[in-house]
Every structure is written in structure tokens, then in C-alpha cells.
């Protein structure tokens, strides 16, 4: 039987991408100390690996697909296709920052400043290309972790990874500079993306994927309305196309349904039942596609 070999990211990310999976319709289970996940679909087989990794075992064809951050695909000069992009991250759905970081109270305002200091980070190769930009030379230590303690003793600057900033803002550390912008990426061995079960199996978690992300936006709406009132519901209400009219059992009534952004049903609401509707229900959504 073929087999699809998927590395899911290991750390800040696990949690969170297992939670979007069984939103997609895939049960992961992860034991302790285990690096072997189960997956309640015989023709995938999965394997936790940090992100850092991921792009280079995909490449080598060790695994066929896999999530991973677009940086370390920059960072690792990886060869792979990037099949879809997934805006989620530990505890939010933005986009992450590779940012340089400074203790509070350094006389290091900018990267010109940076000139003969020490920099820490795990991203080496993007920070070497920043300073060679802004025509600096400094020292560059790759960091095994814990980042974020390490000024202003072990280094006087930091190149670190962040979603909200608060880690750095607990540790005295301020922002000066972002490098750039990552998100996550789902990408596939070349090779892999050639064979057609591979690539139907690729595809097809990518499809379920991105429909999870997009339904986290979004919220179904029903309620009833009556026929003199229908014409004034329809000019409220939005929809991905037009919502859905039908007819009730009652003479004269209509049920409407339709999917909206969750942040416009509470500024609409109002608005529908002064126009007659009756009964609203809103209702999660697990996948949205469109």
C-alpha cells in the first residue's frame, strides 16, 4: 500500500497543528516521548520534527510533505514546493516576525550600531544577510535556545522569532528592527508532488487545510423571515455569494441561510430584527470552501 510520509512540526507549533488536523476531519494522537504520531488514515504515516528541520528532510525526500515556517525554508536554501500557505500560529492567525531585539536601555538603536557586537539567534544565515545589507560586521552565535535571556550578558543583541512580542517584553528586551515577515508553509518533496497518489493526498490536506483556516473567520447564520419583509433581510445580510431561500411550511414565511464574517453579525443583528427576522441562530463552522 503507498504511503504519504508527513513530518508535523514538533514545539510551539504541535499543538495548535494537531487542533487545525482534527478540525480537518484527522485524528493525531501523540504519546509522551513518542516522535512517531498515530493518524486515523492508513495511507499517512507521521513524524514529529521541529520546523528548523523540516524543509531539508522534505528536500532530501525523507518525507514527502510537511509544515514548516517559510524562514527555515529560506534559512535551509530548501528546494521544495510550497504547496499552500497557512496563516496560524501558537496563539494567533497573523503572520510572525523575525525581529532584532536589544536589552532596554542599550545605547543600540539601529543595525549601524551593531558594528563589532555579539548576536544571538538560531536564524545565522538571515541575520548574516541583514548585516551585510546594512554593510555590518558583527559576530553571529547560533543559539540553542532560550534566546531571550541571554542579553546583555552572553550577547548584546538578539535575533529572535515572535508572535506578540510579550516574551521579549518579560525578558527587558525591546524591538528595534524587523527583519522580516514568515508564515507557515505547506510543502512537498518534488519528487513526491510528481506521483499522482502523492500529490492527490497532498493536495487534498492542503484543500482541507486552508478550509479549516478560512472557516475560523466565518459563522452560519439562519432565521426566518416573512415574504413583505424578504427584499429588505436580503440588502442586510452578506454572503459568500447569495444566502440560501426557502420556503416554510407556513404560508408567506422563508427560511434564510447564509455564511458571514463573525465580526459583522454583531453589527448587523440589530438591524435584522428590525427588518422582521425571527428565530436567528448563529453556528460554527469547521470548514469554509470556497
Request: aromatic share 6%.
Amino acid at each position: 500500500m503507498a504511503i504519504l510520509r508527513l513530518g508535523l512540526p514538533k514545539g510551539s507549533l504541535e499543538e495548535t497543528t494537531v487542533e487545525m488536523f482534527r478540525k480537518a476531519g484527522y485524528k493525531i494522537s501523540i504519546r509522551s516521548r513518542s516522535y512517531y504520531p498515530s493518524i486515523d488514515d492508513d495511507e499517512i504515516e507521521c513524524l514529529l520534527i521541529r520546523a528548523q528541520e523540516m524543509a531539508r528532510y522534505v528536500e532530501e525526500g525523507i518525507l514527502d510533505a510537511g509544515l514548516t515556517g517559510h524562514d527555515w525554508i529560506i534559512e535551509n536554501g530548501a528546494d521544495v514546493v510550497e504547496v499552500a500557505e497557512l496563516v496560524y500560529g501558537k496563539v494567533g492567525r497573523k503572520p510572525l516576525r523575525w525581529v532584532l531585539a536589544v536589552p532596554e536601555g542599550s545605547e543600540i538603536e539601529g543595525p549601524k550600531d551593531l558594528q563589532g557586537k555579539r548576536i544571538a539567534t538560531e536564524a545565522v544565515g538571515m541575520t548574516e544577510r541583514y548585516l551585510a545589507k546594512h554593510g555590518v560586521t558583527a559576530s553571529v552565535e547560533f543559539s540553542w535556545g532560550a534566546t531571550e535571556v541571554k542579553p546583555p550578558r552572553l550577547a548584546d543583541a538578539i535575533v529572535e522569532i515572535t508572535e506578540t512580542g510579550s516574551s521579549l517584553r518579560a525578558n527587558n528586551l525591546r524591538i528595534i528592527d524587523t527583519l522580516c515577515e514568515t508564515t507557515t508553509r505547506f510543502i512537498a518533496n518534488k519528487d513526491a508532488y510528481q506521483d499522482d497518489f502523492k500529490k492527490s493526498k497532498i493536495d487534498r490536506i492542503a484543500l482541507l487545510l486552508k478550509s479549516v483556516l478560512a472557516a475560523e473567520k466565518m459563522v452560519g447564520l439562519m432565521l426566518n423571515v416573512s415574504s413583505e419583509n424578504l427584499e429588505t433581510l436580503l440588502a442586510i445580510v452578506p454572503a459568500l455569494h447569495r444566502p440560501t431561500v426557502s420556503e416554510l411550511t407556513d404560508d408567506g414565511w422563508h427560511a434564510l441561510n447564509t455564511i458571514v464574517d463573525e465580526h459583522v453579525v454583531r453589527e448587523i443583528m440589530p438591524e435584522l430584527i428590525q427588518a422582521g427576522a425571527e428565530g436567528i441562530v448563529e453556528y460554527p463552522l469547521n470548514k469554509v470552501v470556497f
